[in-house]
């Protein structure tokens, strides 16, 4: 049968296929036919469409590293259980980094005039929110100057904005960051 009709075939047949030949094809036909609600999945648990991405690109690549190392009785929940700990992960780095951007500028993010007593926890439980509401290139830009320490030119070489524009987004996005954060006082 041609690899082609890989439809007709149910994830056990292309999972013993491919474990019994070795072929690749019969691996890609069986994730190909995932990616797609796998990415569903990872954009509805990290709400940001470039890491649904990257965690679906980790998830595949997993696949393939620990396909041969267990019985897999149901691929669609040995699947998604790598799916559900890649977004996690995800989470973990996120916050890390949230913590960075804390750590690195703490004033030209939050409220200069924040009380003594603020909790630095409550900052960082509002701040992936606060994140999530600015405009995707203000994001994308104070990520990646404050927690990759990028230059103005290699955030607009990396990202295709000149460089006004990426000075525009981070200094925008600080005064939309701190705005947000202060509602939730």
Known sequence: ???????????EYLLEMYTRTGDNQ????????????????????????????????????????YVHRQKITSFPAWLFAIARNECVLQHRKQQRLLRDIIEADPEAIANPEVPEGYERARLDRHLPDALDRITEPQRDCILLFYLHQLSYQDISDKTGYSLKEVKSHIQNGKRNLKKILEQYE
């Open 26 to 65: 019969w691996l890609a036909a069986l994730l190909e036919r995932y990616t797609l609600v796998l990415l569903g999945y990872c954009m509805r648990s990290l709400h940001n469409m470039e890491l649904a991405k990257d965690a679906v690109q980790q998830v595949q690549l997993k696949v393939i590293r």
């Open 1 to 11: 049968m041609e690899h082609s009709n890989y439809q007709l075939y149910s994830d």
